[in-house]
Protein backbone atom coordinates (compact mmCIF):
# COMPACT_ATOMS: atom_id res chain seq x y z
CA UNK A 1 0.00 0.00 0.00
CA UNK A 2 1.24 3.61 -0.82
CA UNK A 3 2.71 5.57 2.32
CA UNK A 4 0.70 8.54 3.08
CA UNK A 5 2.83 11.85 3.81
CA UNK A 6 2.06 15.30 5.10
CA UNK A 7 1.83 17.68 1.53
CA UNK A 8 4.96 18.98 0.51
CA UNK A 9 7.20 17.16 2.80
CA UNK A 10 11.05 17.36 0.99
CA UNK A 11 10.75 13.48 2.00
CA UNK A 12 8.64 13.07 -1.17
CA UNK A 13 10.62 13.88 -3.80
CA UNK A 14 13.67 11.56 -2.45
CA UNK A 15 11.29 9.26 -1.51
CA UNK A 16 10.35 9.05 -5.41
CA UNK A 17 13.47 8.94 -6.57
CA UNK A 18 14.15 5.59 -4.48
CA UNK A 19 10.95 4.55 -6.88
CA UNK A 20 9.13 4.38 -3.45
CA UNK A 21 5.34 4.84 -4.22
CA UNK A 22 3.85 7.99 -1.49
CA UNK A 23 0.44 9.44 -1.55
CA UNK A 24 0.23 13.02 -0.31
CA UNK A 25 -2.35 14.16 2.41
CA UNK A 26 -4.70 15.92 0.42
CA UNK A 27 -4.22 13.28 -1.83
CA UNK A 28 -5.15 10.65 0.07
CA UNK A 29 -8.08 12.28 1.10
CA UNK A 30 -9.96 11.99 -2.18
CA UNK A 31 -8.91 8.55 -2.72
CA UNK A 32 -11.57 5.72 -3.26
CA UNK A 33 -10.90 2.42 -4.06
CA UNK A 34 -12.53 -0.93 -5.23
CA UNK A 35 -11.83 -4.63 -5.58
CA UNK A 36 -9.22 -5.30 -8.46
CA UNK A 37 -9.91 -7.75 -10.43
CA UNK A 38 -7.50 -10.61 -11.77
CA UNK A 39 -8.21 -13.05 -14.50
CA UNK A 40 -6.23 -16.38 -14.14
CA UNK A 41 -5.41 -18.43 -17.65
CA UNK A 42 -5.03 -21.90 -16.48
CA UNK A 43 -2.84 -23.46 -18.85
CA UNK A 44 -1.34 -26.27 -16.30
CA UNK A 45 -2.56 -30.16 -16.40
CA UNK A 46 -3.71 -29.93 -12.34
CA UNK A 47 -5.66 -26.98 -12.66
CA UNK A 48 -6.98 -27.05 -9.09
CA UNK A 49 -3.41 -27.17 -8.06
CA UNK A 50 -2.20 -24.83 -9.70
CA UNK A 51 -5.30 -22.76 -8.61
CA UNK A 52 -4.16 -22.83 -5.23
CA UNK A 53 -0.56 -22.41 -5.78
CA UNK A 54 -1.38 -19.28 -6.94
CA UNK A 55 -4.54 -17.90 -4.83
CA UNK A 56 -2.45 -18.27 -1.84
CA UNK A 57 0.14 -15.96 -3.24
CA UNK A 58 -2.50 -13.37 -4.29
CA UNK A 59 -4.33 -13.53 -0.81
CA UNK A 60 -1.16 -12.28 0.80
CA UNK A 61 -2.03 -8.73 0.57
CA UNK A 62 -4.17 -6.18 2.36
CA UNK A 63 -5.72 -5.46 -1.25
CA UNK A 64 -9.16 -7.00 -2.17
CA UNK A 65 -8.80 -9.44 -5.03
CA UNK A 66 -11.83 -11.02 -7.27
CA UNK A 67 -10.37 -13.72 -9.25
CA UNK A 68 -11.56 -15.00 -12.55
CA UNK A 69 -10.63 -18.53 -13.81
CA UNK A 70 -10.45 -19.11 -17.87
CA UNK A 71 -9.23 -22.12 -19.80
CA UNK A 72 -7.67 -21.29 -23.14
CA UNK A 73 -10.44 -24.02 -24.68
CA UNK A 74 -12.88 -26.41 -23.99
CA UNK A 75 -10.89 -29.61 -24.77
CA UNK A 76 -11.36 -31.90 -21.94
CA UNK A 77 -8.94 -32.16 -19.33
CA UNK A 78 -6.88 -35.60 -17.76
CA UNK A 79 -5.90 -34.12 -14.99
CA UNK A 80 -9.10 -31.95 -13.61
CA UNK A 81 -12.68 -33.05 -13.52
CA UNK A 82 -15.05 -31.83 -15.84
CA UNK A 83 -17.59 -30.83 -13.35
CA UNK A 84 -14.90 -28.30 -12.12
CA UNK A 85 -14.20 -26.15 -15.17
CA UNK A 86 -17.92 -25.99 -15.86
CA UNK A 87 -18.41 -24.49 -12.79
CA UNK A 88 -15.32 -22.67 -12.17
CA UNK A 89 -14.02 -21.78 -15.74
CA UNK A 90 -14.51 -19.51 -18.18
CA UNK A 91 -13.98 -19.43 -21.67
CA UNK A 92 -11.97 -16.56 -23.64
CA UNK A 93 -15.37 -15.36 -25.28
CA UNK A 94 -17.24 -14.83 -21.89
CA UNK A 95 -14.41 -12.34 -20.80
CA UNK A 96 -13.47 -10.54 -23.89
CA UNK A 97 -15.83 -7.72 -23.16
CA UNK A 98 -14.19 -7.24 -19.61
CA UNK A 99 -11.49 -5.26 -18.66
CA UNK A 100 -8.70 -6.68 -15.54
CA UNK A 101 -6.60 -4.67 -13.65
CA UNK A 102 -4.15 -8.04 -13.35
CA UNK A 103 -3.88 -11.39 -15.56
CA UNK A 104 -1.62 -14.01 -14.82
CA UNK A 105 -0.60 -16.56 -17.95
CA UNK A 106 0.79 -19.46 -16.26
CA UNK A 107 3.02 -22.35 -17.66
CA UNK A 108 2.28 -25.62 -19.46
CA UNK A 109 4.41 -28.29 -19.27
CA UNK A 110 5.28 -27.79 -23.16
CA UNK A 111 9.03 -26.61 -23.00
CA UNK A 112 10.53 -29.29 -25.90
CA UNK A 113 7.81 -28.24 -28.33
CA UNK A 114 7.72 -25.48 -31.18
CA UNK A 115 4.85 -23.29 -30.59
CA UNK A 116 3.70 -23.51 -34.01
CA UNK A 117 2.94 -27.35 -32.95
CA UNK A 118 1.07 -26.25 -29.31
CA UNK A 119 -2.43 -27.35 -29.97
CA UNK A 120 -3.86 -23.92 -28.86
CA UNK A 121 -1.31 -21.95 -29.70
CA UNK A 122 -3.27 -19.33 -32.11
CA UNK A 123 -5.53 -19.06 -29.54
CA UNK A 124 -2.92 -18.03 -27.30
CA UNK A 125 -1.93 -15.34 -29.64
CA UNK A 126 -5.36 -13.97 -30.20
CA UNK A 127 -5.56 -14.31 -25.87
CA UNK A 128 -1.91 -12.00 -26.04
CA UNK A 129 -2.50 -9.52 -28.28
CA UNK A 130 -5.80 -9.12 -26.40
CA UNK A 131 -4.19 -8.18 -22.81
CA UNK A 132 -2.56 -5.37 -24.45
CA UNK A 133 -5.80 -3.47 -24.66
CA UNK A 134 -8.03 -4.74 -21.58
CA UNK A 135 -5.50 -5.91 -18.91
CA UNK A 136 -3.41 -3.05 -16.65
CA UNK A 137 -0.71 -5.67 -16.28
CA UNK A 138 -0.20 -9.15 -17.03
CA UNK A 139 2.39 -11.26 -15.23
CA UNK A 140 3.53 -14.49 -17.57
CA UNK A 141 5.01 -17.67 -15.86
CA UNK A 142 7.83 -20.43 -16.78
CA UNK A 143 6.46 -21.21 -20.33
CA UNK A 144 4.07 -18.43 -20.52
CA UNK A 145 7.26 -16.40 -20.34
CA UNK A 146 8.60 -18.20 -23.58
CA UNK A 147 5.29 -17.75 -25.25
CA UNK A 148 5.00 -14.26 -24.70
CA UNK A 149 8.72 -13.16 -25.45
CA UNK A 150 7.90 -15.37 -28.87
CA UNK A 151 4.89 -13.99 -29.99
CA UNK A 152 5.48 -10.02 -28.67
CA UNK A 153 8.79 -9.58 -29.43
CA UNK A 154 9.94 -12.23 -31.61
CA UNK A 155 12.72 -13.87 -29.07
CA UNK A 156 12.59 -17.71 -29.36
CA UNK A 157 13.43 -20.05 -26.23
CA UNK A 158 16.46 -22.06 -26.46
CA UNK A 159 16.33 -25.71 -25.49
CA UNK A 160 18.71 -27.07 -22.88
CA UNK A 161 20.78 -30.06 -22.77
CA UNK A 162 19.04 -30.80 -19.53
CA UNK A 163 16.56 -30.10 -17.66
CA UNK A 164 16.86 -27.48 -15.50
CA UNK A 165 15.03 -28.77 -11.65
CA UNK A 166 16.18 -27.16 -8.38
CA UNK A 167 15.84 -24.27 -6.40
CA UNK A 168 18.50 -21.83 -7.47
CA UNK A 169 20.32 -18.54 -5.73
CA UNK A 170 19.69 -15.40 -7.62
CA UNK A 171 21.08 -11.74 -7.77
CA UNK A 172 19.42 -8.60 -8.15
CA UNK A 173 20.37 -6.38 -11.34
CA UNK A 174 17.97 -3.60 -10.82
CA UNK A 175 17.57 -3.62 -7.01
CA UNK A 176 15.04 -0.74 -7.21
CA UNK A 177 12.76 -2.20 -9.31
CA UNK A 178 9.57 -1.92 -7.24
CA UNK A 179 8.86 -5.70 -7.61
CA UNK A 180 11.74 -6.94 -6.01
CA UNK A 181 11.46 -4.10 -3.22
CA UNK A 182 12.37 -5.66 -0.05
CA UNK A 183 14.23 -8.67 -1.47
CA UNK A 184 17.64 -9.48 -0.66
CA UNK A 185 20.49 -9.16 -2.40
CA UNK A 186 20.80 -12.62 -2.86
CA UNK A 187 17.35 -14.72 -2.53
CA UNK A 188 16.39 -18.62 -3.57
CA UNK A 189 13.78 -19.75 -6.21
CA UNK A 190 12.63 -22.43 -8.21
CA UNK A 191 12.54 -23.82 -11.50
CA UNK A 192 11.70 -26.40 -13.79
CA UNK A 193 11.70 -26.42 -17.46
CA UNK A 194 13.79 -27.98 -20.50
CA UNK A 195 14.13 -23.96 -22.49
CA UNK A 196 15.05 -20.96 -21.43
CA UNK A 197 15.01 -17.21 -22.97
CA UNK A 198 18.59 -16.02 -24.31
CA UNK A 199 19.46 -13.27 -21.98
CA UNK A 200 21.33 -11.42 -24.17
CA UNK A 201 18.37 -10.78 -26.86
CA UNK A 202 16.28 -9.74 -23.78
CA UNK A 203 19.46 -7.27 -22.41
CA UNK A 204 19.35 -6.20 -26.17
CA UNK A 205 15.24 -5.15 -26.59
CA UNK A 206 14.91 -1.41 -25.67
CA UNK A 207 11.51 -2.28 -23.78
CA UNK A 208 12.69 -5.30 -21.75
CA UNK A 209 14.59 -5.16 -18.33
CA UNK A 210 15.77 -7.57 -16.35
CA UNK A 211 15.48 -7.41 -12.87
CA UNK A 212 16.99 -10.61 -11.67
CA UNK A 213 18.70 -13.27 -12.43
CA UNK A 214 20.54 -16.45 -11.38
CA UNK A 215 24.18 -17.74 -12.77
CA UNK A 216 22.53 -21.41 -13.32
CA UNK A 217 19.04 -20.61 -14.28
CA UNK A 218 19.64 -17.74 -16.20
CA UNK A 219 17.56 -14.22 -16.34
CA UNK A 220 14.48 -14.38 -13.59
CA UNK A 221 12.56 -11.29 -13.39
CA UNK A 222 12.32 -9.77 -16.01
CA UNK A 223 9.21 -6.30 -16.48
CA UNK A 224 8.39 -4.46 -19.20
CA UNK A 225 9.74 -1.25 -18.76
CA UNK A 226 6.10 0.38 -18.11
CA UNK A 227 5.15 -2.35 -15.22
CA UNK A 228 2.54 -3.82 -18.11
CA UNK A 229 3.99 -7.15 -18.79
CA UNK A 230 5.95 -9.22 -15.14
CA UNK A 231 8.29 -12.28 -17.33
CA UNK A 232 8.93 -14.61 -14.29
CA UNK A 233 11.09 -17.76 -15.89
CA UNK A 234 10.78 -19.74 -12.12
CA UNK A 235 8.17 -20.77 -9.96
CA UNK A 236 7.93 -18.80 -6.49
CA UNK A 237 4.51 -20.10 -6.37
CA UNK A 238 5.07 -23.45 -5.74
CA UNK A 239 4.88 -25.47 -2.77
CA UNK A 240 6.98 -27.60 -0.91
CA UNK A 241 6.54 -31.05 -2.60
CA UNK A 242 6.18 -29.91 -5.82
CA UNK A 243 9.49 -30.22 -7.40
CA UNK A 244 9.57 -34.08 -5.24
CA UNK A 245 5.86 -34.56 -7.58
CA UNK A 246 7.41 -33.96 -10.55
CA UNK A 247 10.55 -35.75 -9.61
CA UNK A 248 8.88 -38.81 -9.29
CA UNK A 249 6.67 -38.43 -11.69
CA UNK A 250 9.31 -38.33 -14.34
CA UNK A 251 10.65 -41.40 -12.77
CA UNK A 252 7.58 -43.23 -13.55
CA UNK A 253 7.68 -41.97 -16.89
CA UNK A 254 11.08 -43.68 -17.30
CA UNK A 255 12.50 -40.27 -18.03
CA UNK A 256 15.07 -40.75 -15.90
CA UNK A 257 15.40 -36.76 -13.93
CA UNK A 258 18.28 -35.85 -11.88
CA UNK A 259 17.84 -35.03 -8.76
CA UNK A 260 16.24 -31.22 -8.58
CA UNK A 261 19.22 -29.38 -7.09
CA UNK A 262 19.86 -27.91 -3.93
CA UNK A 263 16.18 -29.18 -2.56
CA UNK A 264 16.73 -32.65 -0.63
CA UNK A 265 18.83 -32.26 2.06
CA UNK A 266 22.25 -34.39 0.83
CA UNK A 267 19.72 -34.95 -2.37
CA UNK A 268 18.63 -37.82 -0.11
CA UNK A 269 15.06 -38.05 -2.03
CA UNK A 270 13.39 -39.60 0.95
CA UNK A 271 14.23 -36.88 3.36
CA UNK A 272 11.80 -33.70 3.50
CA UNK A 273 12.57 -31.05 1.11
CA UNK A 274 14.26 -27.86 1.95
CA UNK A 275 12.16 -24.50 1.44
CA UNK A 276 13.90 -21.81 0.85
CA UNK A 277 11.93 -19.14 -1.31
CA UNK A 278 8.92 -18.69 0.03
CA UNK A 279 9.49 -15.52 1.67
CA UNK A 280 10.49 -13.88 -1.12
CA UNK A 281 7.98 -15.74 -3.18
CA UNK A 282 4.97 -13.86 -1.28
CA UNK A 283 6.85 -11.00 -1.71
CA UNK A 284 7.01 -11.11 -5.57
CA UNK A 285 3.43 -11.45 -6.03
CA UNK A 286 2.45 -8.85 -3.01
CA UNK A 287 4.68 -6.03 -4.90
CA UNK A 288 3.18 -6.77 -8.19
CA UNK A 289 -0.37 -6.50 -7.04
CA UNK A 290 1.03 -3.48 -5.17
CA UNK A 291 3.59 -1.57 -7.40
CA UNK A 292 2.03 -3.35 -10.72
CA UNK A 293 -1.40 -2.90 -10.66
CA UNK A 294 -3.15 -1.33 -7.80
CA UNK A 295 -1.08 2.02 -8.45
CA UNK A 296 -1.38 1.59 -12.29
CA UNK A 297 -4.96 0.67 -12.97
CA UNK A 298 -7.61 3.61 -13.50
CA UNK A 299 -10.21 3.83 -10.81
CA UNK A 300 -12.79 3.40 -13.92
CA UNK A 301 -12.02 0.02 -15.28
CA UNK A 302 -13.35 1.36 -18.68
CA UNK A 303 -10.23 3.19 -18.54
CA UNK A 304 -7.94 0.39 -18.74
CA UNK A 305 -6.25 -0.02 -21.88
CA UNK A 306 -6.55 3.70 -23.29
CA UNK A 307 -4.27 5.18 -20.25
CA UNK A 308 -1.33 3.67 -21.78
CA UNK A 309 1.21 7.12 -21.29
CA UNK A 310 2.52 5.55 -17.53
CA UNK A 311 5.03 7.12 -17.05
CA UNK A 312 8.14 4.41 -17.80
CA UNK A 313 10.73 6.11 -15.60
CA UNK A 314 8.67 4.56 -12.51
CA UNK A 315 9.11 1.68 -13.38
CA UNK A 316 13.31 2.38 -14.11
CA UNK A 317 15.78 1.44 -11.64
Not at 62 to 75: A, F, G, H, S, Y
Not at 102 to 107: A, F
Not at 283 to 295: A, D, E
Request: hydrophobic share 40%.
Amino acid sequence: MPIRIPDNLPAVEVLKRENIFCISGSDAETQDIRPLRILLLNLMPKKIETEIHLMRMLANSPLQVEIDLMRINDKPSKNTPIEHLAMFYKSFSEVRHIKYDGMIITGAPLGQKKFTEVSFWEDLKVIMDWTIGNVTSTMFLCWGVQAAMYHLYGIDKRLLDKKISGVYPHHLVKPLAPIVRGFDDVFNAPHSRYAEIPEEKMAAHAELEIISSSTIAGAYIIARDDGRQLFVTGHSEYEPLCLKEEYERDLEAGLSPAVPENYFPNDDTEAKPIVSWKCHGNLLFSNWLNYYVYQLTPFNPEKIGLELDIARTEFSA
